[in-house]
C-alpha cells in the first residue's frame, strides 16, 4: 500500500489549492485519512483529518478556510484550501490508516505517509 500525494504549489495570499492523496495497493479498507504540515524549524502538525464515514476535525488554525473530504471508492482524501496566508506554507503529508489482507487471509494493519506536497504562500 502506498499513498501519493499531489496539488501543492506557489499562491500568493488569499488564493486556493487543492490537495490529494489518492491510497493504492491491495487496500480491504481504510479508516482515518487526513493530513498534517511540518513548516521549517516548527513540529508536524496536524491540519485536518476525516473518518471512513465522514467525521472531520480541523485545526483551528484551519477552521473555515479548509475543508477536507474524501472519495471512498477512489481512496482518496481531499484539501481545499482558500484564503490561503503566508503561515500556511509548509510541506503537507498526507496520512491514513487501514487493513489489507494477505495471501493466507491474515488482516494487516498499517498506517502510512505520503510523500508530501509543498505549499508556498507568498506574494
Known amino acids: 500500500v502506498q499513498l501519493q500525494a499531489s496539488g501543492g504549489g506557489l499562491v500568493q495570499p488569499g488564493g486556493s489549492l487543492r490537495l490529494s492523496c489518492a491510497a493504492s495497493g491491495s487496500i480491504f479498507s481504510i479508516n482515518a485519512m487526513g493530513w498534517y504540515r511540518q513548516a521549517p524549524g516548527k513540529q508536524r502538525e496536524l491540519v485536518a483529518d476525516i473518518t471512513s464515514g465522514g467525521s472531520t476535525n480541523y485545526a483551528d488554525s484551519v477552521k473555515g478556510r479548509f475543508t477536507i473530504s474524501r472519495d471512498n471508492a477512489k481512496n482518496t482524501v481531499y484539501l481545499q484550501m482558500n484564503s490561503l496566508k503566508p503561515e500556511d506554507t509548509a510541506v503537507y503529508y498526507c496520512?491514513?490508516?487501514?487493513?489489507?489482507?494477505?495471501?493466507?487471509?491474515?488482516?494487516?494493519?498499517?498506517?502510512?505517509w505520503g510523500q508530501g506536497t509543498q505549499v508556498t504562500v507568498s506574494s
Open positions: 496520512n491514513a490508516d487501514g487493513l489489507s489482507v494477505d495471501a493466507y487471509d491474515t488482516y494487516i494493519a498499517w498506517r502510512l
